[in-house]
């Protein structure tokens, strides 16, 4: 299976009207950026801070988290995990750069941001009764729903532990932002649930939920770095728009995925957010577009609702709402979406006066957001 | 009913064996201080800004936190509710005076342990499966576990925001110090889920795993008023030591409360803890101890833990398992220990340096902690 979301990939060049190369997405020399070594470099700097953290957990919360990181299998055997795509510390890494102070100045930024990211899907997975994240049980499912509550709150303790240790006063700034975008994420998942039960959710509440869920700590991680590295908070709050727009991009992609995504790649079922009756963007723009298909699929959508055996569907009834998305326009104006808030993100990103070479790499990182398949 | 854990209340004078009056606990002028107004004092200035706190989350989060807090019921109407005893945010208040600054000062302290505490018993009622507190049903089975989890969360965030918008240095270290104690917190829930899947659990391990869940938190109350005041490093630690036994000593009076306490005044069942098998001080105590009663008390509960119908049995078989548990020595052993971590934390007490007023007051509080009924 071919994915192609968005289109022809922004770094395979097309051709011109007059014949001549040009990229699809406007990027400051994308073409010198490797973003492979730069999730890698994330990965490197990161782990061993995030594993030193997560050993100071006492038995048997250290294991649980072990497990959840992927570091583990459910015996207790050493694993080779998929952590997952490490954007988030990458960015933290640039964000301190972007300031003009080392990569590892970021990194208790980015174990902090990571140690946030991983008690919210510890929590959600739990509330939301999701089996399977990266390709393995989820941890409610394997050790149970209260060591999934209370590593959750272990690992979100760690965070705040992490940061304000370093003793500065930007190591407090840092953590008050890390507890903003904290907040947003839980008012994201309680958005999240209360749409669960309701017929309609209009896009611009299907917006607001995934800036909260995804975009807010994606904008502290490129603040979080930059912050303690000493910059003032209009550079950082610069920062975060950026990130916030890569975020709600990032979510949009995601949301793409997690319809049309090849399973192999995402490590989720087929159909993955239809089979749990998400209200993902494609779906709420395909609700609120009009028209034939819009119509037959809001009909279909509310007898799903009511329906008892919703479980046993079979591939071609899922198959069959998602081509009445797509006909109805969800999965264009999604993807429209996604290279709407790219680009907010990259205008933003011109705002803050930094050095070339991380503003290219910070850009890069947007276009690897947009075009990635997993 | 009449209850006396301890003997004689310590602010009932004893007559000495010389025919002179002699009080049981030693304190600095104990008649001097009116504990109530103190407590008072703590719920007035605080509850505001814990509400206006509250106020902050979103819909329904916000509802269901004030159903946790008593301030409305079930159905959403007004309710005079039983807020607990706010031993924490009297301390808290007490703490900044210790340090020379004024109550007003230890206000956003009082309100940050608070909502740490609170946050802890959301998620463990939930973890536990404890369906009632003080005298209502607990959020997860009025709300949902989901409310629960979520709400849990953002109390603990909020606490952390409430604390950090102060934006001073000192505000950082009271957060360090809260965290520090909330890790403890979620390190003695850990404790407390694994002892109930062991048999045998040591007089040790109990005190451990109470320090930890009770004594850190008080501990941090006693500490944070001070930090916000400018205090140092040490005089902090000292008043964490004082705290941190005074945590015991309550744990210890709670411990005998759950099993011999009036549900009238504890808002419990009879018996409380020996329904839920809690290995708490005395039944620890009383197993450790030896003899018959000791003996056989063991077999019980360890048939106990094996049974079917132990959710049916009568009132008989609590009392018949509460009295060897008196037997064996476990409930004055219990008494006992309230005392002794009373005495030490009174000895910490008298290695700061505070306005003699603010000394008698914490003193007081220390009485108070061993002699209440609820």
Redesign the interface.
Known sequence: MTLDLLGPSPHEPRTGIRGETVPTVPSAEPAAVDVTALLERGRTLATPVLRSAVDRL????DTVAAYHFGWIDADGNPAVGDGGKAVRPALALLSAEAAGATPETGVPGAVAVELVHN?SLL?DD??DGDEQRRHRDTVWKVHG??QA??V???L???A??IL??L?T?E??RA??RL??A??AL??G???D??YEHRERVTVEECLEMEGNKTGALLACAVSIGAVLGGADDATADTLERYGYHLGLAFQAVDDLLGIWGDPEATGKQTWSDLRQRKKSLPVVAALAAGGPASERLGELLAADAKSNDFDSFSEAEFAARAALIEEAGGREWTAEEARRQHAVAIEALDEVQMPDQVRAQLSALADFVVVRKR
């Open positions: 006492a038995p048997p919360m008690f929590h739990l509330m729903p209260a509550i209370l959750g709150d272990a979100f303790a760690l705040n532990e304000l240790e003793g006063v190591a407090g953590t008050r507890t903003t904290t907040r839980i008012d998942q309680a958005q649930i209360s």
